[in-house]
């Protein structure tokens, strides 16, 4: 049986450059510096200093991201995208951060819910806690819900249950029908064919270095010419960004 922190170390350890993470995620690489190392601004002739978004569990900070962060950034650019501004997200993610126990966040299910009112609406951020399954609104001082709510990321990822704390342990850029996924066990967490050790950029390299046929990338690594398909597409997709 594998211990626990040895897995969590595998899914905590620094893994991604901020460039490489940057082209997963879909978020310029200042963006993913400020949030994952803080920033120093002027504030009325003073310098103050703006901690992190996502908080690492590592004592040290280093130059790369590990899975555990990645996911944690796809979670705070899915809210965003939702419409939630980022102070009211810092301080929700805070929340967060107290009824887990722990600094990343990427070991549930969150949830949204957009919540009918006399004037306007209000959008929710719940967290379903991990002891007993209740659902509680962040932001609101701990009360309970009930509300009708969308997942979100739920067909995007897996999450392990060998640390105790259900953190992700899979990641499906194109939920878990598509072709590709990203493991920090395979290939050292780089975007693989599902099923298969081969890193969708080395399928790409081939391919240019074939003049862009995927017949031969097909026979070289004895691989469906759909799946080569996939491989082709997602890392096109990931360069046009």
Not at 6 to 35: C, H, K, Q
Not at 53 to 70: I, N, T
Not at 83 to 100: C, F, I, K, N, S
Request: charged fraction near 25%; charge should be positive.
């Amino acid at each position: 049986m594998r211990r626990w922190r040895d897995y969590l170390n595998v899914l905590d350890a620094p893994s991604y450059s901020l460039t490489e993470t940057s082209r997963l995620i879909g978020m310029p690489v200042w963006t993913v510096r400020r949030y994952l190392k803080g920033y120093e601004f002027d504030y009325f002739r003073s310098r103050k200093i703006q901690p992190p978004v996502v908080k690492s569990g590592r004592k040290k900070a280093e130059p790369y991201a590990s899975f555990l962060d990645l996911i944690d950034l796809i979670l705070v650019r899915e809210f965003m995208h939702r419409g939630y501004g980022l102070p009211t997200l810092r301080r929700a993610l805070e929340e967060a951060r107290h009824w887990l126990g722990t600094p990343h966040l990427a070991r549930n299910v969150f949830f949204t819910h957009q919540k009918q009112r006399a004037v306007g609406n209000r959008k929710d951020i719940i967290l379903k806690l991990p002891k007993d399954g209740s659902m509680i609104a962040l932001l609101t001082g701990g009360q309970s819900v009930m509300p009708e709510i969308v997942e979100l990321l739920s067909d995007k990822l897996e999450f392990e249950d060998v640390t105790g704390y259900g953190f992700a342990k899979r990641w499906f850029p194109e939920g878990q029908r598509g072709s590709i996924v990203i493991d920090p066990e395979v290939s050292f967490g780089r975007p693989v064919l599902k099923g298969r050790a081969v890193p969708t950029y080395n399928i790409y390299d081939l391919y240019l270095g074939e003049d862009k046929k995927v017949k031969p990338v097909s026979s070289w690594f004895n691989i469906p010419a759909a799946e080569i398909g996939a491989a082709i597409e997602f890392e096109q997709h990931l360069r046009a960004q």
